[in-house]
C-alpha cells in the first residue's frame, strides 16, 4: 500500500517548503466540484477544488481530509467513494515558497449539496465547460478527467489496493572463518533459528534494514569489521515466501553476503533478550537437525548460492517437479547408488571420521552437495567423478518411498558402472572400492542402505 506518511518526509527531504493536500470531487453524473475564490483573498476569482497547508507532520491523506470539510462541510461518511490518492502538484506558491500537493479524488450522489466557509461560491461543473482556474489546478484536472475516461482505470491510490500485498526484510548470511553459519535463536519462537535481519521500515532499503538490524541484534556494526563485504554488497537469494496463518500476507527477502567472522568477533556479541535467545555456528549436516525442513532448505539454497557466487531466485517450493532433464528440482544434495551392469556390486566410500559430516567412519554411497546450477543429474556424475575418479552412465532416480534417515532435500539416483576395480581413483574419504551386495550388511553402512537396496532389486 502507499505510504502517504513517507511520501511528505521525502518532500521535505527533496527541499520542498509547503506541503498541502487536495481533493478532486465528482458526482455520480462526472461533474467537478469547484470552489470560487473571494474577492480578498489570492488569486481573486479563480476556481479550486478543495485543498489546503498541511500541518507540522500531519499525514497527507487526514490533511485532505480535513481541508474538504473545513471548505465545503463533507465528510466521508458523505462520499460514495473514500478519498483514493492520485497523484502530486509541485508548484512555487505567491509567498515563493516551493509546494508539493497531494492530490486525491472522491465521487458523492448527484445533488449533494456543500458549505462553503472560505469560497464564496461553488459550482459542479462540466469536464468540457471549467471555469477559469489556475494552471496547476487545470493540469490536474485535466490529467485527471482524461484518464478517467479510459477503459477500467483507476486512481492509483485504488489500484495498489488491489495488488499483491507484501513486506520485505534483509538479512546477513554470516559465517565463521571455518565457514559454519551463525544462526540466532528467536525468543518467540524457540524452534527458529534466524540469520541477523528484519522486516524493512517504511522508507529503508532492505540493504539498509539488514545493516540496521545486525547492528541492533549483534551489538556491533558489520561496516567496522568487515568494511570489504559491506563495500561490495553482494545479493546471495531474493526469497519470496507465501502467506501463512502466522503471517498473512507474502514476503520478499533479500539475503546479503555477510563474510566470515573471527573468534573475537563471535566474543563480541551481545544480544537482544527481547529478541533472541542464544547464537550458534554449525555445519551445514549439524543444522539439519536443528532447524525446520523449509528453513534448512533455505539455509542450503543460500550456502550453494554464497559458494557458487551466484545469486538465487527462491520461489515457491518445487517439490515433485521434474526439469527438461527428468530430474528433480528440489534438492540441495544427492546420494548415489553406483553398480556394476548386472547389479552384483556397489560403489562404497569410506568416510572421513570427522563429526561435522553424516555417517562418519562408515561406509557410504557416493554423496554430496549440489553446487551452482546443477541439476540432480550433473551433481551426481561430479561427485562420483571427484569420489572415485570414474565416469558413470544411466543416471535415473530411484522411485518409491523415502527413507526417513535421508534428508528430504536430498535426492537418491541410481547409476551404472561398466569399468574396472583398477580404474577407481579415491578422491575424497578414506577407502573407496566396489563391494558385492552380499558383503555390504558385514560393514558400518548407513540405516538407510539396505532399504534402497531393495528398491533398486525391485
Not at 118 to 139: F, I, K, N, Q, V
Not at 266 to 279: G, K
Not at 399 to 411: D, K, Y
Request: with cysteine; proline share 7%.
Amino acid at each position: 500500500m502507499i505510504t502517504l506518511k513517507f511520501l511528505a518526509d521525502q518532500a521535505i527531504a527533496e527541499g520542498f517548503d509547503k506541503l498541502a493536500a487536495g481533493t478532486v470531487v465528482l458526482d455520480t453524473e462526472g461533474r467537478v466540484l469547484l470552489l470560487r475564490r473571494r474577492a480578498d483573498d489570492v488569486l481573486p476569482g479563480l476556481w479550486d477544488y478543495p485543498a489546503g497547508g498541511l500541518e507540522p507532520g500531519e499525514d497527507p491523506l487526514i490533511g485532505a481530509v480535513r481541508e474538504l470539510y473545513e471548505e465545503t462541510g463533507l465528510r466521508r461518511s458523505d462520499l460514495d467513494t473514500d478519498l483514493a490518492y492520485v497523484r502530486a502538484l509541485d508548484f512555487v506558491n505567491t509567498r515563493g515558497r516551493r509546494t508539493r500537493q497531494f492530490v486525491f479524488t472522491a465521487t458523492v450522489p448527484a445533488g449533494t449539496q456543500v458549505r462553503l466557509a472560505e469560497h464564496d461560491a461553488a459550482t459542479w461543473a462540466e469536464p468540457d465547460r471549467l471555469p477559469p482556474t489556475s494552471d496547476g489546478y487545470r493540469e490536474v484536472l485535466d490529467h485527471l478527467l482524461r484518464l478517467r475516461t479510459r477503459p477500467r482505470w483507476q486512481p492509483v491510490g485504488s489500484y495498489v489496493q488491489g495488488l499483491a500485498g507484501f513486506t520485505a526484510y534483509g538479512c546477513f548470511y554470516v559465517t565463521d572463518e571455518d565457514d559454519r553459519p551463525l544462526c540466532l535463536r528467536s525468543a518467540l519462537n524457540p524452534e527458529d533459528w534466524q540469520w541477523p535481519g528484519g522486516d524493512t521500515d517504511p522508507g529503508e532499503t532492505p540493504w539498509d534494514t539488514a545493516l540496521r538490524e545486525f547492528r541492533e541484534e549483534l551489538g556491533f556494526d558489520l561496516a567496522e569489521v568487515n568494511p570489504e563485504i559491506v563495500d561490495e554488497r553482494r545479493l546471495l537469494a531474493v526469497v519470496h515466501l507465501d502467506p501463512t496463518p502466522q503471517w498473512p500476507t507474502q514476503k520478499v527477502g533479500h539475503i546479503f553476503h555477510g563474510g566470515r567472522l573471527t573468534r573475537e568477533q563471535l566474543d563480541r556479541i551481545v544480544l537482544d533478550p527481547a529478541e533472541h535467545t542464544t547464537w550458534d555456528v554449525d555445519s551445514l549436516h549439524g543444522w539439519s537437525g536443528r532447524m525446520r525442513p523449509a528453513d534448512y532448505l533455505r539455509l542450503m539454497q543460500t550456502d550453494r548460492a554464497r559458494r557458487s557466487g551466484q545469486t538465487l531466485v527462491v520461489e515457491r517450493s518445487d517439490q515433485g517437479a521434474l526439469d527438461r532433464h527428468g530430474a528433480p528440482r528440489d534438492f540441495e544434495g544427492v546420494t548415489v547408488f553406483v553398480t556394476d551392469p548386472d547389479r552384483t556390486r556397489l560403489l562404497l566410500n569410506l568416510r572421513d571420521d570427522r563429526p561435522d559430516i553424516a555417517y562418519p567412519a562408515m561406509w557410504t554411497p557416493i554423496g554430496g552437495w549440489r553446487e551452482g546450477r546443477e541439476n540432480a543429474f550433473e551433481a551426481g556424475a561430479r561427485e562420483v567423478l571427484e569420489e572415485a575418479g570414474i565416469h558413470i552412465r544411466d543416471l535415473r532416480t530411484i522411485p518409491g518411498p523415502r527413507h526417513e534417515s535421508l534428508h528430504e532435500t536430498n535426492v537418491p539416483l541410481h547409476a551404472v558402472f561398466d569399468g574396472t576395480d583398477a580404474d577407481l581413483v579415491l578422491g575424497e574419504g578414506q577407502a573407496v572400492r566396489l563391494v558385492p551386495l552380499a558383503e555390504v550388511a558385514s560393514l558400518d553402512v548407513p540405516p538407510y542402505l539396505d532399504h534402497y537396496l531393495r528398491l533398486l532389486e525391485a
